[in-house]
């Protein structure tokens, strides 16, 4: 018999993982473009302070053949130098939009190293983010710890960009694409400079499981305890029951029971739900297993179902059958922010703010019949408790957000014959070639670029309108959470809303429109101040994407960047002329003042958060104000 003690060892060779993608051309492509990016954001919320270049020549680009692009001006940051960096002079061109933005050309960036750098040394063109954020870090204001950390999520970031790049398809293709598979062609979040750092996955997971994998696969379930698990549903899933019966098939219920059986327990007493594979692999087993040992969770096969991943990573849409809800699961990655998990108490409520924000909207006929808003509801959850971390409120934030599922409607099931959608974020996509995503759909439609924007902006604009006029309450219709329904030909024509669990607030002050709102929805929904309620909309329609689009509409549509936000505020006030009752609700969420406070995102990762572990989920920073384009005098 062979001694158990002795541990086997393997003869066979590993094989080493080798991307494709990283290859000199696409990384230093990439680069250039997240560091226009970097220095764009930065100097957006006031981290780096360019200052004009005092010359009438503009910055050529260094790319043969490039344009300057109109509304262009040179800019100069100095780095100065430090006993262990050279510093030098960054100079670039770059154009000023709205809200005091900055969209900076990526191939005009050159340095000049400073006067202890080499002898007569040229300036260069510069490529490479992580260079910079070296030569930079003191005017950058980074300690050491946050610096180290920042280079793994930049790089990681940038080798996510290459990969992007390497498999890139033309606008053309794009266009013909499905909801889902789109999803998987999107460079991430346009403001975070670190938007696909990932922290806690490695290459190989990144590989399998991010979204650019564009990875169909099926995910394995898990039985838990009701001692451990709570299940809630909406109008007609009340039961788990009545979710199971529709979402799995009879021979994936039967195995599943069977499976509980052949332990020796009973498949009344536990609830199903589907686990991420790295989730439970990387989480479950080491941080649950005393509930493993004791049968209160059980591994289960696969439901047999294909699954995509989206571009928020942990939300998976059914492939196999479209018409099934969408499911969402932790994962304990730290991307954009935040620790990618389920809070607790936001799952057990979604059904319940589901069946609120969707009453809200069925007893409106603006919002149900003229608008035909879809709200795609949170319908089922079941939540699972950790014995040991939910009892503790001082603990970091990702204990307490380990294992659960919500399930969600897929915008599929709402769409008329004809009728596809596409996330907002798709807007600003751009292919290899330079053509814009939205170019492509305005030539698509037959209408003029002017004509296309109004039909966008009258499918976006009057449902939210509505909601925080009318009831205090908003969601934040970023580029990720707010989806545009198009017709056969490709023009706007209304809107679909995702993610209620995070990201629906409501007024702290009093309005009667609230008097009817249940208990636990009550409780769950954050609450802010009425003149901050609108920066939900500002920041995340407005700068986190009206921002980007704007400029591009200018470049690839001929149409002016003051254009463009005149057709925003003509819209917002054709809604206050339709609705003249509501005239003290608009003072009361003023989206017309002067100036709105500046939310910055990055400033949160760089100086405020950094790294740590904090018990409750961070929030965008607030540094000074910018001029509304909006206003008018």
Partial sequence: MPNPSVVPTSTESPELYDPPELTRENWDRAGARLLAKLIGEFAYEEILRPEPLETDEPIEPAEPGAAAGPGRHPYTLTVPDRPETDGGELRFSARRGAYGSWQVDATSLTWTPGPDGPEKAEPTRLTDPLAFLLRAKHVLGLDGTTLGHLLRELTVTLAADARLDHTALAADRLADLGYAELEGHQTGHPWLVLNKGRLGFSATDTSRWAPEARRHTDLPWIAVHTGLATYRGARGLESADSLYSRELSPTARELFADALKARGLDPAAYLYLPVHPWQWDDIVLPLFAPSIAADAIVPLPTDGDLRLPQQSIRTFLN?????????????????????????????????????????????????????????????????????????????????????????????SRHLAPGERARTLASLLHTDPQGRAFTAELVARSGLDAGTWLRRLFAALLPPLLRFLYRYGTVFSPHGENAIVVFDEKDVPVRLAVKDFVDDVNISSEPLPEHHAMPQDVREVLLTERPSFLTQFIHSGLFVGVFRYLAPLCEDQLGVPEEEFWALVRAEILRHHSRFPELKERYEMFDLLTPRIERLCLNRNRLHLDGYRDRSHRPHAAVHGTVPNPLHQP
Wanted: glycine fraction near 8%; aromatic fraction near 8%; proline fraction near 9%.
């Fill in 319 to 411: 492939t196999t059958h479209p018409e099934r809800l969408t499911v969402k699961l932790p994962l304990s990655v730290l991307n954009t922010l935040v620790w990618r998990g389920l809070p607790t108490e936001r799952t057990l409520a979604a059904p319940a703010v589901t069946t609120w924000m969707q009453g809200l909207r069925d007893g409106d006929p603006f919002l149900k019949d003229e608008c035909g808003v879809i709200l795609l509801g949170e319908v089922a959850s079941v939540t699972v408790q950790h014995p040991l971390y939910d009892g503790l409120d001082e603990v970091p934030y990702q204990y307490k957000e380990l294992l659960g599922a919500i399930w969600r409607e897929p915008v």
